[in-house]
């Protein structure tokens, strides 16, 4: 069972779609399954049209020859094509360590959640993520003029994240809701990880001075808050996982929104690293969700009484 996520500047948002491990699907077959616009040709390993950047999102799975292994139609096609060095070779045959870029026809989906990066046809115009208008109007008509003032309202971000899923946490705790709460504890932890990163990269600043408060953003609310405000014990795992994605998704669209109005390169160069983190953030929930909705659209049979 894995969770693929195909993304593309020839596509408006990432896609992210279930898929069985084992059943010797290609990612290919899989994109085609489900219309990603994966360019192909021969489907036999022959043209390099298919080729693809995997990224694999869990870092402790252990991957095994046959979940890598690399036909000699492909490895010779990528080598013909520049994207696999003699290093990678030996790494994939001897170390088991998958290479960076693979042919979708020939890389089977195996037993784990992957990222799937093509560039697409190049004839189609580049889809550029949407921003809504609310996005536009988070930093509360303040406009940011400093690398150190806009590290101060990610730092703030971050923190208020972390708070507000704690807070849940405990919500859910005091209701009974034992499983929602401690998915709030995970995502309070996640947002702590991201909070510490901001921090690092604001160095010495002095937070008090810098980070904004609460009334600058619209409705006193950060982002990245999700519309929960009380504990529900008929909440579910599912229920949670949506509302964080959608904070995931007004912190992405903030800082691709002052990516894109700021004058300032440094903002504009930093603002587009918080992007592409955020955009992990996403994805990741998005993989979460997509294995939600398949447990509870696939339960499994209660098992035969005996009689």
Not at 107 to 130: A, K, S, Y
Request: with cysteine; glycine share 6%.
């Amino acid at each position: 069972m894995a969770n693929v996520t195909f993304s593309s500047p020839r596509m408006g948002k990432d896609v992210t779609v279930y898929a069985i491990a084992g059943d010797r699907g290609t990612v290919l077959a899989v994109a085609k399954q489900h219309k990603i616009p994966i360019p192909f040709d021969c489907q036999d390993g022959e043209c390099g049209s298919c080729l693809v950047e995997v990224t694999h999102l869990n870092p402790t799975t252990t991957y095994g020859k046959y979940g890598i292994a690399l036909t000699e139609k492909e490895k010779e096609m990528l080598k013909q094509l520049g994207k696999i060095t003699k290093e990678e070779i030996v790494n994939a045959e001897v170390n088991d360590m998958p290479p960076r870029h693979r042919l979708a026809c020939q890389c089977f989906v195996r037993n784990e959640d992957i990222l799937v990066t093509f560039e697409g046809d190049e004839t189609l115009p580049v889809q550029t993520p949407h921003i809504s208008h609310a996005a536009k109007r988070f930093t509360g008509g303040i406009e940011i003029g400093s690398l150190s003032e806009f590290l101060g309202y990610a730092v703030k971000v971050e923190e208020d994240a972390a708070l507000h899923f704690d807070g849940l946490a405990d919500q859910m705790a005091a209701c009974g809701n034992s499983e929602v709460a401690a998915l709030f504890r995970q995502l309070a932890g996640f947002s702590r990880l991201h909070l510490a990163e901001a921090q690092a990269r604001a160095g010495t600043l002095d937070h008090d001075v810098v980070v904004p408060p609460d009334y600058v953003w619209p409705d006193h609310a950060t982002p990245e808050r999700t519309s929960l405000l009380a504990g529900d014990p008929a909440l579910t795992r599912l229920d949670g996982l949506r509302a964080a994605l959608q904070g995931e998704r007004r912190g992405y669209e903030f800082y691709l929104s002052v990516a894109a109005k700021s004058q300032d390169e440094d903002i504009i160069a930093m603002a587009k690293l918080f992007v592409r983190e955020e955009a992990e953030h996403v994805k990741v929930l998005e993989a979460w969700i997509t294995r939600e909705e398949w447990a509870a659209n696939h339960p499994e049979p209660e098992p035969a009484s005996a009689s």
